[in-house]
């Protein structure tokens, strides 16, 4: 499958590469836990979200893969201490290099911190630097990813997985109704039967990194919802937030709505 080309002035494919600043988007989107002030606390949403999913429901397992990490590690905080093992992919190199910088926390790595401070407050501790050891110890593996592949992480391969995490990744990638679901049912080729498929999605019209924009693939949540249980899944179950402000009145990104769902491998 060919990689998309956008429409002019929006950025897609492979034009991420040398025009996606991992910086610029971390500074963005996550420099306080409250986020990017135009997503209205999604942030946090999806914080206190995974916190209910892995903390308090307690989906746990050996092993987790991440799909489509970006630069980020925000999505791993809860899940990092319920599981021993966790792989992350990407398809950009320098977001890649920017979770390795952390990993090996080198002094250009971008600041976590307030936001693992975050997440340990909702666990009702404040060991920060516990759980910056326990994610940079869980994290084993840093792989590229592809979603125009139909094995998005080839030529690496692993044992089937027992979670599977993907964050605002398919709405980037897969710019048509029918890559969106093609890219799950491949995905879910990674996951054990009876394994958890665990989905952070805010489909938008685009978003912007800095001053330049990036496609997105704008769809219902009834659709997000059916293309998962197409690809095999069931025990639907789904965490859903609206949208308040004008689209109009964003300039930077252009969504409706957020859902973050779990969901059983058949």
Request: glycine share 6%; with cysteine; net charge negative.
């Amino acid at each position: 499958m060919e990689t998309p080309t956008g429409a002019s002035g929006i950025l897609t494919g492979d034009e991420y590469h040398g025009n996606f600043d991992a910086n610029t988007y971390l500074k963005d989107y996550y420099s306080t836990p409250e986020g990017n002030p135009e997503e209205e606390g999604l942030l946090p949403f999806w914080l206190n979200t995974l916190h209910e999913i892995f903390t308090k429901e307690g989906l746990s397992g050996d092993r987790l893969i991440d799909i489509g990490s970006g630069p980020c590690i925000h999505h791993l905080i809860s899940a990092c201490t319920k599981f021993s093992e966790i792989v992350c992919s990407e398809y950009v190199e320098d977001n890649r290099n920017a979770i390795k910088r952390w990993l090996n926390d080198d002094k250009d790595a971008f600041n976590w911190k307030p936001i693992i401070q975050y997440v340990c407050e909702l666990e009702g501790h404040s060991e920060v630097e516990a759980r910056e050891k326990t994610l940079r110890s869980t994290i084993k593996e840093v792989v590229p990813c592809d979603l125009y592949k139909n094995d998005p992480i080839e030529p690496h391969k692993f044992p089937q997985f027992d979670c599977l995490l993907t964050c605002l990744t398919v709405e980037a990638a897969c710019l048509t109704n029918d890559h969106w679901k093609q890219a799950i049912k491949n995905m879910s080729n990674y996951l054990k039967p009876g394994g958890t498929f665990v989905q952070i999605c805010e489909p938008a019209k685009f978003y912007s990194v800095g001053e330049k924009k990036f496609a997105a693939h704008n769809v219902s949540d009834e659709f997000v919802k059916s293309a998962v249980l197409e690809a095999g899944f069931k025990d639907l179950k789904c965490h859903y937030r609206d949208r308040v402000v004008n689209l109009n009145e964003c300039k930077g990104i252009q969504y409706d709505f957020s859902i973050v769902l779990t969901a059983t491998k058949m």
